[in-house]
């Protein structure tokens, strides 16, 4: 589906004035975060630049996901689904890990460096121009728009940093909405501010918007569909099933999958995006029924080329996405990295620790442990507490091995808006005295020297999570400058 192009739009897009370097337009995004949960300004500023580049949100069909954990896995799952109906495909997601670049995906391929500079000088251009004091997540969304028109994507899916009513993204107008789960993720969360959440999530919907989600919380489905109601949103049925991943993803991942399918079906089928899909070799649409039995000549040529169907589909499926439960089983020990930066989170990633070690048992041997854990979190995080020492307590009655606690370096990726203030000695403290095994150190560097002489390189596994920027420092330890 070619995009249209206004005259206005092309005058505007062709072209950068002024050209700046890759790393020149890196240093400005790096130093222009301000990541706040209610900036009501941030609408206003972007709108204005969308206009001056041709109003590019309103050229691509999109697809907005919200919530708090969940939101990069059911973005992937759904780009997955779509390609597979044959439809091109962007994705803008949040945050990144090395650079930039893995922002920004069309099927699947990462934005390169000249074509990142390239638009990344026509956005700014625009800023100079108008003198809008615009934020780095302003920045990018736009670039990303930008970059799915020129790449002619048939759909943008646009993951919401926070909320979603004051996220840039919010300047489109979404066809499905869909929000994954309202969890805490600091701390200091209320109930209170857990509606606050919705009602924000909710503010990403417009009239005809569709509205699915995997939440599994009652009264949070019930505010739900009463706030997408006013908004003049269709409610659809939330997911109660898990779409079936091969083991151990479908108790990790398949309520994500499940939300992905819904929101892929929710696509292929009420939009024109029709038009685009092989309705014989589809997935997610049902060719009408035909009267009387197949012929012979339709029953050779369904044996000769069967037709995949949605559960074949997810027993093939993996998430290749950088720190959402990635193992890299060629490291010894083997390395297991998950971006989990809440309790919910958190609890998930011990889970599938636990199915893989039922699948295949980490164990230690002469005098090796066969399973390390290696945490660095934000100060504001739910990751501490009465509730997160019981969670690693209970985890380790079951699977035996030892903690590894250590500060963040919050200078590593400025987007991630993570702080250095999470108090290890304090934490250490806690799990002492529920017995567990656990040791402190200053920086990740040397958590991740001492844990990898501790961990049996055989059978064992080294765990590096509790935020974005301690996967950061792990690559960046590793002397990595970009992902693949």
Same mark, same amino acid.
């Not at 072209?15 to 002024?18: D, E, I, L």
């Not at 020297?449 to 996967?471: C, F, H, M, P, W």
């Given at each position: 589906m070619a995009i249209p192009q206004s005259s206005t739009a092309?005058?505007?897009i062709v072209? $950068?004035?002024?050209q700046r370097s890759y790393q020149e337009i890196i240093a400005y995004l790096d130093s222009h975060w301000q990541v706040? $949960?209610?900036?009501? $300004?941030a609408l206003a500023r972007v709108q204005k630049l969308d206009?001056?580049?041709?109003?590019?949100?309103?050229?691509?069909?999109?697809?907005i996901v919200t919530g708090t954990n969940g939101k990069s896995l059911? *973005?992937?799952?759904? *780009?997955?689904?779509?390609?597979?109906?044959?439809?091109?495909?962007g994705t803008f997601y949040s945050p990144h890990i090395l650079t930039y670049n893995e922002r920004f995906s069309v099927n699947h391929e990462t934005i390169q460096n000249k074509t990142f500079t390239d638009i990344g000088n026509i956005v700014l251009d625009a800023?100079?121009?108008l003198e809008v004091e615009a934020h780095s997540q302003e920045i990018l969304t736009l670039m990303s728009l930008i970059h799915f028109k020129k790449s002619n994507a048939n759909v943008a899916i646009l993951e919401a940093r926070a909320g979603g009513i004051y996220d840039p993204v919010n300047i489109c107008k979404a066809k499905i909405v869909g929000i994954t789960r309202a969890t805490p993720e600091l701390a200091t969360t209320t109930p209170e501010e857990i509606r606050s959440f919705i009602f924000e999530c909710l503010g990403t919907v417009h009239t005809g918007t569709s509205v699915v989600s995997g939440d599994q919380v009652k009264a949070n489905l019930q505010l739900m569909e009463e706030l997408a109601a006013q908004r003049g949103g269709q409610w659809v049925m939330p997911i109660r099933k898990l779409a079936p991943l091969a083991y151990p993803f479908e108790q990790l991942h398949g309520r994500c999958a499940a939300l992905a399918e819904r929101i892929a079906h929710l696509f292929v089928n009420n939009n024109e995006a029709q038009e685009k899909t092989d309705k014989k070799n589809s997935l997610l649409r049902k060719e009408k029924g035909k009267r009387g039995r197949p012929t012979i000549a339709e029953k050779h040529d369904a044996q000769r080329n069967p037709r995949k169907n949605i559960s074949q589909f997810w027993k093939e499926t993996i998430s290749d996405l950088p720190a959402r439960f990635q193992i890299l089983d060629k490291e010894k020990p083997s390395?297991?990295?998950d971006n989990a930066s809440n309790l919910d989170a958190f609890e998930n990633i011990l889970l599938g620790v636990r199915l893989l070690h039922y699948q295949k048992p980490l164990k230690g041997s002469n005098g090796k442990e066969g399973l390390g854990l290696i945490i660095g979190a934000s100060g504001d995080t739910t990751l501490q507490g009465e509730e997160f020492l019981r969670a690693v307590r209970y985890f380790w009655k079951k699977t035996p091995g030892k903690v590894y606690l250590c500060p963040l370096n919050p200078n590593e990726n400025p987007s991630n808006n993570e702080d250095g203030k999470w108090n290890v000695a304090e934490i250490a403290k806690g799990l002492k005295a529920h017995k567990v095994a656990v040791k402190t150190f200053d920086s990740f560097a040397a958590a991740?020297?001492?844990?990898?002489?501790?961990?049996?390189?055989?059978?064992?596994?080294?765990?590096?999570?509790?935020?974005?920027?301690?996967?950061?420092?792990y690559w960046r330890h590793k002397g990595m400058k970009k992902l693949s």
């Open positions: 092309k005058r505007n072209s $950068a004035v002024k706040k $949960a209610h900036d009501e $300004a206009r001056k580049l041709g109003t590019v949100s309103q050229q691509i069909p999109t697809i059911t *973005a992937h799952f759904t *780009a997955k689904l779509l390609q597979a109906e044959g439809l091109t495909v800023v100079e121009s390395i297991l990295l991740f020297e001492d844990a990898k002489k501790d961990i049996d390189e055989r059978y064992g596994l080294l765990v590096i999570t509790g935020s974005n920027t301690v996967i950061s420092e």
